[in-house]
C-alpha cells in the first residue's frame, strides 16, 4: 500500500486549562496559516480524570480542522523537561552521540535509563584557541511522555513529533520572522499555571528557565478579593484584558451607589443592628471594591520578581549581554498593566505582544482561521508546533 507523504502540520498545545490547534502549511518559501481550533478544558472533570477532560477538549478544538494527511506536533510542559546548555570539545560528528550521553550523566538528575534523551548543535563558539560546540539538550521522563501520549491516543490522534512548549516559542518567532541578527529577545509564555522564558540570542537558543506562577495566580486574587467563584474570577479578568485594562464598575458597586442615593442619612441615634426597629431605618454599609488592578498588584509583583531573577541570572552568572526585546504571549498578557510592569521593573523600552495572524503573510480563509483573530496571543505554542511540523514537510 502507498501512503502519501502529509501536506500539512498540526501543532496542537495542550493545556489544563484550554487546548489550542493550528492547521499550517507551506507556501513556497513561507509558511501559511489554514485553519485553528480552540477549546476550553472543563474543570469539573478535569478534577476527576484529567486525561479524559483533555481527550475530549483535543476532540473540539480539531473538529474544524483537516486532519487527514496532516502530521501532527504536541508538546510537553518545560517545567517538566530537564533542558541544558552544555559546551563540548570540538569532535568529528560520529563521536559526538558518546559524548553527549557521557556529558548528560553529569547534567541529569535521573538515571539515563528512566528518561528519553534528545539533543541537537546549536552553534560553533570560539574560546581563547579552541572551537567549543554548544549543544541543546533535552531529557523527559519516560512516564511524563506516556501521560502526553496517552491524551492524544484517547482523542484518536497520532502524534508523530513531541516538541517543548518553550522551544515552540522561538519556533514560532522564527515562523513569524521576529528574530534579528546582533539582538537578544525574551520570549515569554504566561500559562495558565507556569511561564516559560526563552532567551534567544542571535536567532539561536541561548536559555530556558520556567516559573511556577500563571494567570491562574490572577484569577485566584481577584475571586478571594470579590467573594466569588472562579468562573466569574475568570471572566472579569477577560472582560479586563479585552477592554484594554479599563474596569467598568462592578454590578455590586453601582446597586450600591442607587442604594445609598435613595437612603437617608444614617445617625450615631439610629439603632445598632440587633436593637429592635434595626431593620427599618438602618442598613449596612456596602464594602468598598477595590480596582481589579489593585487587586493583581501583589500578585503581579510575584511575577515580576520571579522574572527578574531569570533575567539577573542570564545576563550576570551566564555572563550573556542585556535584553533587548521582550515578547510576550498567553492569554493574560494583552492587560497594559503587566506589559507596563514587566517594561518598567526590567528596564526594557521595547515590550510587545505576539500576534501571529499579523505576523503570518500567508492566511486562510477568515473564518477557518478566527480563533486565532480573536486570541492571538493564545496561539504562539500552536503555531510554533505547526511551524516545526510544516518545516519537515
Request: hydrophobic fraction near 45%; aromatic fraction near 4%.
Amino acid at each position: 500500500m502507498l501512503f502519501s507523504k502529509p501536506k500539512r502540520a498540526i501543532g496542537i498545545d495542550i493545556g489544563s486549562h484550554s487546548v489550542k490547534s493550528v492547521q499550517m502549511s507551506r507556501s513556497g518559501s513561507r509558511m501559511r496559516l489554514d485553519a485553528a481550533g480552540y477549546a476550553l478544558v472543563d474543570r469539573n472533570q478535569f478534577n476527576l480524570d484529567p486525561v479524559a477532560a483533555q481527550a475530549a477538549a483535543v476532540r473540539e478544538s480539531l473538529s474544524s480542522l483537516v486532519e487527514t494527511q496532516s502530521l501532527v506536533v504536541t508538546a510537553l510542559p518545560g517545567q517538566s523537561v530537564v533542558i541544558r546548555y552544555p559546551r563540548l570539545a570540538n569532535m568529528p560528528e560520529d563521536e559526538l552521540q558518546e559524548a553527549i550521553e557521557r556529558e548528560a550523566g553529569q547534567h541529569i538528575p535521573y538515571d539515563l535509563s528512566e528518561v528519553f534523551l534528545d539533543w541537537t548543535l546549536l552553534d560553533t563558539v570560539a574560546q581563547t584557541d579552541d572551537k567549543l560546540l554548544k549543544i541543546l539538550l533535552l531529557a523527559a521522563k519516560h512516564e511524563l511522555i506516556d501521560a502526553r501520549l496517552q491524551v492524544t491516543q484517547s482523542a484518536e490522534v497520532t502524534t508523530a513529533i513531541m516538541s517543548v512548549d518553550a522551544l515552540a516559542l522561538a519556533d514560532a518567532a522564527e515562523a513569524c520572522d521576529g528574530l534579528n541578527a546582533g539582538e537578544t529577545v525574551a520570549l515569554i509564555n504566561i500559562g495558565y499555571s507556569s511561564v516559560s522564558i526563552h532567551f534567544v540570542k542571535d536567532g539561536v537558543s541561548n536559555f530556558i528557565r520556567d516559573v511556577s506562577w500563571g494567570g491562574r495566580d490572577l484569577i485566584q486574587a481577584i475571586s478571594r478579593a470579590r467573594r466569588c467563584e472562579m468562573e466569574e474570577a475568570e471572566r472579569m479578568l477577560l472582560a479586563f484584558a479585552a477592554d484594554g485594562g479599563n474596569e467598568a464598575a462592578p454590578e455590586s458597586e453601582q446597586q450600591s451607589e442607587e442604594s445609598e442615593s435613595a437612603m437617608p442619612t444614617s445617625s450615631l441615634l439610629d439603632p445598632l443592628e440587633d436593637e429592635p426597629g434595626a431593620g427599618e431605618t438602618a442598613k449596612p454599609a456596602p464594602a468598598s471594591v477595590k480596582p481589579l488592578e489593585e487587586i493583581m498588584s501583589n500578585s503581579l509583583a510575584k511575577l515580576v520578581s520571579e522574572i527578574r531573577r531569570s533575567f539577573d541570572y542570564y545576563e550576570h552568572e551566564l555572563y550573556e549581554s542585556p535584553v533587548n526585546r521582550l515578547v510576550l504571549s498567553g492569554g493574560v498578557t494583552s492587560i497594559p498593566l503587566l506589559q507596563n510592569t514587566l517594561g518598567e521593573e526590567l528596564g526594557i523600552k521595547d515590550v510587545e505582544v505576539a500576534n501571529p495572524a499579523e505576523s503570518l503573510l500567508q492566511l486562510g480563509d477568515r473564518r477557518a482561521v478566527k480563533p486565532v483573530v480573536e486570541r492571538p496571543a493564545q496561539f504562539v505554542v500552536a503555531v510554533g508546533l505547526a511551524a516545526r511540523g510544516a518545516a519537515v514537510l
